[in-house]
Nanobody
Framework: QVQVVESGGGLVQPGGSLRLSCTAS????????IEWYRQAPGKQREPVAN???????NYADSVRGRFTISRDNSKNIVYLQMNSLKSTDTAVYYC??????????WGKGTLVTVSS
């Protein structure tokens, strides 16, 4: 069983920055594809960014150029650096770990609120 835990959420003003962290247990972290999703109130969960085993990153159009995903396999951690935050970025952010397409695990989420 892989434990996935998100952290780093909070309240930030528009234009501000936050860095989310996602840790996942297990000795095979380097083989996990990690994805960030978010779910705003009253809306469906949507993909935000992902980073592959080879550290290739992909972004949703809505965050490209503002968010950066990175990973440190030595620490079993993935970061989501979020800059130039907008009110529309307000959501619960979830981390998802995909283990070679065989199993997948979700964290419980961390709330990001962008408001003045």
């Amino acid at each position: 069983q892989v434990q996935v835990v998100e952290s780093g959420g909070g309240l930030v003003q528009p234009g501000g920055s936050l860095r989310l962290s996602c840790t996942a247990s297990g000795n095979l972290f380097r083989l996990y594809t990690i994805e960030w999703y978010r779910q705003a109130p009253g809306k469906q969960r949507e993909p935000v960014a992902n980073i592959s085993i080879g550290a290739f990153a992909n972004y949703a159009d809505s965050v490209r150029g503002r968010f950066t995903i990175s990973r440190d396999n030595s620490k079993n951690i993935v970061y989501l650096q979020m800059n130039s935050l907008k009110s529309t970025d307000t959501a619960v952010y979830y981390c998802h770990a995909d283990v070679l397409g065989a199993k997948d695990y979700w964290g419980k989420g961390t709330l990001v609120t962008v408001s003045s």
